[in-house]
């Protein structure tokens, strides 16, 4: 008995032995990807996957790029909670700043004052993804790079990254985890750059679920 045909699979094109159907749709799904904002990222593991490389193992540069490194300034005993603001002044003290939260001052006098000998080097790490404050907390933890810093490291940093220019462009942000805790909860130093031009550095509770965008920052 002869070979019965199915005739729907007739008039199936194909791609050797794939359906151009199934095909089609990676290659679409692929595209869509390729052109999102992990765009760089998928392209990345193609050409891995294609030289059948080890492909889609989670690392740090998957989710941070390290930036700039400052140096932070060794602290003598005689360091006074005002002293902080010297490094975050606003417009109206001279400095770079448009709105300053009322509460860093706040909470900086309630901070006892630790002497320190050594300088200390801390990196900006840009997102590379959209990320939460939780992810980003346990993505920092996983690569060994989380770092929390003292109320007085955190706004001499905050000011540093004024200077170096790393908030030029509109709508960017950069988060410094604090050591200290803002009303029982843990807390971090929010830098902004706002789309309408000016600079605020807010002291905020971290809120687990609050996102931060692609090219947004973090100290560690």
Not at 59 to 79: C, G, I, M, Y
Not at 101 to 127: C, P, Q, T, Y
Not at 134 to 162: P, R, S, V, W
Not at 170 to 195: C, D, M, Q, W
Request: with cysteine.
């Amino acid at each position: 008995m002869g070979k019965i045909e199915n005739p729907s699979q007739k008039n199936i094109m194909r791609i050797g032995n794939l359906s151009l159907d199934k095909v089609q749709r990676r290659r679409n799904e692929l595209e869509r990807r390729l052109a999102g904002e992990d765009g760089e990222l998928w392209l990345e593991e193609l050409e891995k996957f294609l030289e059948r490389k080890e492909c889609w193992v989670e690392s740090l540069k998957n989710f941070f790029e390290q930036s700039v490194t400052f140096v932070l300034d060794p602290r003598k005993e005689d360091f006074k909670a005002e002293d902080l603001l010297k490094y975050i002044l606003t417009k109206k003290e001279g400095g770079k700043i448009d709105f300053r939260d009322a509460n860093i001052e706040k909470l900086s006098r309630g901070v006892a004052i630790k002497e320190k000998n050594d300088a200390e080097s801390a990196s900006l790490f840009r997102l590379k993804r959209i990320l939460t404050n939780k992810e980003i907390a346990t993505y920092a933890k996983k690569f060994a790079i989380y770092k929390k810093y003292d109320i007085f490291d955190a706004c001499q940093l905050a000011g540093k990254l004024i200077d170096a220019g790393e908030l030029k462009d509109r709508g960017l942000g950069v988060t410094i985890h604090l050591e200290e805790k803002f009303e029982n909860s843990p807390a971090y130093l929010a830098l902004i750059h706002e789309s309408n031009g000016e600079m605020r550095i807010f002291l905020k509770k971290i809120k687990p679920t609050i996102e931060w965008e692609v090219g947004d920052g973090v100290m560690f």
